[in-house]
T-cell receptor, first 114, second 114 residues
Framework: AQSVTQLGSHVSVSEGALVLLRCNYS??????LFWYVQYPNQGLQLLLK??????LVKGINGFEAEFKKSETSFHLTKPSAHMSDAAEYFC????????????FGSGTKLNVKP | DVKVTQSSRYLVKRTGEKVFLECVQD?????MFWYRQDPGLGLRLIYF???????EKGDIPEGYSVSREKKERFSLILESASTSQTSMYLC?????????????FGSGTRLTVV
């Protein structure tokens, strides 16, 4: 089974600062990769995904992520944090044998300070 | 927009009760999933289904069963609820391919077993 590691269960940034949320996966075969966001008391919403092609992927709300095969990483970034970005973020990867089955990381809660 | 609707946002049940969590999607998706979400553990897959009357065990199926009699509906059943099953339950659906590929989540059901 795949495993997904999100470094840092809590990340705190100031409004306007760079957001960097880290995600590493374990796979010898490049999987499909996803970032989801969860606002309080809601389900998860897709931010962006990488399947094939360009390794720098742009998503909603100004977020982007870069797939780095050599580092088995898919870190999420945003140049300037907004208060509305405060939420929990989950990285997910597809199963090698079944691309419809996803494995999720344990999540990173982003706090944005005014 | 694709909608995944979970019938209850909050449920309180007694130990030993049989509990049904219902999930309905309105976009003719083939795949449906049940996850539970616990702090620090991320999302863990309980069961999934690729088609009507088909089901497969996920990573933590013990104490749960599922039913998919119609394509749009996927039910999670707790045969005899225990306090260890107190959690947030998330249903998701997905289409198997194409630009829209990826999970669409419901808003979740927070189950408390007392």
């Amino acid at each position: 089974a795949q495993s997904v590691t999100q470094l840092g269960s809590h990340v705190s940034v100031s409004e306007g600062a760079l957001v960097l949320l880290r995600c590493n996966y374990s796979s010898s075969v490049p999987p499909y990769l996803f970032w989801y966001v969860q606002y309080p008391n809601q389900g998860l919403q897709l931010l962006l995904k990488y399947t094939t092609g360009a390794t720098l992927v742009k998503g909603i709300n100004g977020f982007e992520a870069e797939f780095k095969k050599s580092e088995t990483s898919f870190h999420l970034t945003k140049p300037s944090a907004h208060m509305s970005d405060a939420a929990e973020y989950f990285c997910a990867v597809s199963d090698q044998g079944n691309f419809n089955k996803f494995y999720f990381g344990s999540g990173t809660k982003l706090n944005v300070k005014p | 927009d694709v909608k995944v609707t979970q019938s209850s946002r909050y449920l309180v049940k007694r130990t030993g009760e049989k509990v049904f969590l219902e999930c309905v999607q309105d976009m003719d998706h083939e795949n449906m999933f049940w996850y539970r979400q616990d702090p620090g553990l991320g999302l863990r897959l309980i069961y999934f289904s690729y088609d009507v009357k088909m089901k497969e065990k996920g990573d933590i199926p013990e104490g749960y069963s599922v039913s998919r009699e119609k394509k749009e509906r996927f039910s999670l059943i707790l045969e005899s609820a225990s306090t260890s099953q107190t959690s947030m339950y998330l249903c998701a659906s997905s289409v198997g391919q194409g630009a829209d590929w990826g999970y669409t989540f419901g808003s979740g059901t927070r189950l408390t077993v007392v």
